[in-house]
């Protein structure tokens, strides 16, 4: 089993999203010998932002592009490479000013590409990165769960539906900024709904 964890807080080891990331993957290779991990922290290493330039090399043909643009490409081939070669993705996504981090949309942008992880057909569109467990770790500082302000959730399975990864579990900590109390008991209850995902 390949598994693929996405960091995308800005706080690094500090971030509480990576440390039960960290857990959930940690267990995962209690339950699943000979696994391998792969990690990419999109706060420390960034991908780039989707601009005119890198829309520019995109839309080049390959045997057309300068350089430079081979270049750019090149970055956002690596992360596709990663999850076509994963089975199990793990991504740890804080909440920022109601939604996800920067890193992590450009993250998005940068492994959507059609005829490589979706198509669209006759019948609509069709996700290729299929026949993958993902596990999404959602870390607020307030409460948001099941409210009209959460638009974390929705808009995560529906971008890992569109690339045809179905199989998605969320582990919620929220209320981390209401104290020390809220943020015990959000960590412990995170860790537990951890121990509910995986196989005893």
């Known amino acids: 089993m390949n598994i693929l964890q996405i960091n995308s807080s800005a706080r690094a080891q500090a971030s509480h999203s990576t440390q039960l990331a960290n857990s959930l993957v940690e267990a995962l290779l209690e339950t699943s ?15 780039p932002m989707l601009d005119e330039t890198a829309l520019q090399a995109l839309f080049t043909p390959a045997e057309q592009r300068t350089a430079e643009q081979q270049a750019r490409v090149a970055l956002d081939d690596a992360l596709i490479a ?30 959507s590409r059609a005829q490589v992880t979706f198509r669209y057909t ?64 959000a960590l412990a209850s995170a860790h537990q709904q951890i121990n509910d995902f995986l196989p005893a």
Do not use: C, H
Request: hydrophobic share 40%; aromatic share 10%; net charge negative.
């Open 82 to 111: 990663e999850i076509q070669a994963a089975d199990v993705v793990v991504l740890g996504a804080p909440m920022y000013n109601f939604g996800i981090s920067a890193q992590l949309k450009n993250w998005i942008d940068a492994i």
């Open 33 to 47: 010998s000979g696994a391998t991990v792969n990690v990419r922290d999109l706060g420390s290493n960034p991908p």
């Open 122 to 185: 006759a019948n609509g569109p069709e996700g290729l990165l299929t026949g993958k467990k993902v596990y999404v770790v959602l870390t607020r500082g307030g409460l948001y769960r099941n409210t009209p302000n959460d638009t974390q959730m929705p808009y995560l399975k529906t971008f890992f539906g569109f690339l045809g990864m179905t199989d998605v579990e969320f582990v919620y900590a929220e209320g981390l900024a209401m104290g020390p109390d809220a943020e015990k008991a």
